[in-house]
């Protein structure tokens, strides 16, 4: 009797420690079932998909507050013609939502001996929003200032700005809009860069969003 009871308590015993070490075993396995789960959804980015959380992720350039998209032209521009002049190609295919919808010379300024005088006009597809662009060149400042001021003086409606034209931080001419005396809904920008004059044409906001992103 007493080595049955041996026997019965030395096999209870190893029944323990088993039970004892499946136990060890189950909780180990738990623990690090926890903590991977911890990891990945607490963790930054651990288990994060590429896509997953694009609506949050700011665009390009840094801001974390979205801008609004730019505008892009839903028609297409005009080619420039064969032989094109220095200052033709230097004048935008697209200038924000406005495309190039024409180009021919012009003879307005003549007086002024111009080496180049053009006219253009640029559409978004609308045409209340079309604006016209006339633009000429000459060989000295002080030549394109002149003309500048000249056309400045003709100018009767009421200013709505002005100010200096600057290329790279360096002043290179001056620009004043006033508004259209043939129609109060219209404005005229006039500026002068180096030796290239502008006169622009159109309703007020579409010329005023024209100015601002025309690159000369």
Same mark, same amino acid.
Request: net charge neutral.
């Given at each position: ?31 690090? /079932?926890?903590?991977? #789960?911890? +990891? *990945?959804?607490? !963790? ?7 896509g997953? %959380? ?20 839903t028609?297409?521009?005009q ?13 935008p ?5 406005h /495309?190039?919808?024409? #180009?021919? +010379? *012009?003879?307005? !300024?003549?007086?002024?001996?111009p080496?180049?005088?053009? %006219? ?27 003309q ?11 200013e709505?700005?002005?100010?200096? /034209? ?35 044409e ?15």
């Amino acid at each position: 009797m007493p080595d049955n009871k041996l026997n019965l308590f030395e096999q209870s015993s190893q029944s323990v420690v088993v039970r004892r070490r499946r136990l060890t075993v189950v909780i180990a396995i738990a623990v690090v /079932v926890i903590l991977t #789960l911890f +990891s *990945a959804f607490v !963790w930054p980015h651990w288990a994060t998909k590429s896509g997953v %959380s694009s609506q949050a992720a700011p665009e390009s350039g840094g801001s974390a507050h979205p801008s609004r998209p730019a505008t892009k032209p839903t028609i297409k521009a005009q080619p420039l013609p064969q032989g094109a002049t220095d200052l033709m190609k230097a004048m935008p295919d697209t200038v924000g939502s406005h /495309v190039r919808i024409n #180009l021919e +010379s *012009a003879g307005d !300024w003549t007086a002024s001996s111009p080496l180049e005088e053009y %006219s253009m006009s640029y559409s978004t597809g609308a045409a209340t929003k079309d604006v016209t662009l006339h633009v000429a060149q000459w060989s000295q400042d002080d030549d394109a200032n002149k003309q500048y001021s000249s056309l400045l003086s003709s100018l009767a409606g009421k200013e709505l700005a002005s100010g200096k /034209v600057k290329v790279s931080g360096k002043e290179s001419g001056s620009y004043v809009e006033k508004t259209d005396t043939a129609d109060t809904k219209k404005a005229i920008i006039l500026w002068r860069n180096a030796t290239v004059v502008f006169r622009l044409e159109g309703p007020t906001a579409a010329v005023e969003s024209f100015y601002k992103d025309f690159p000369l």
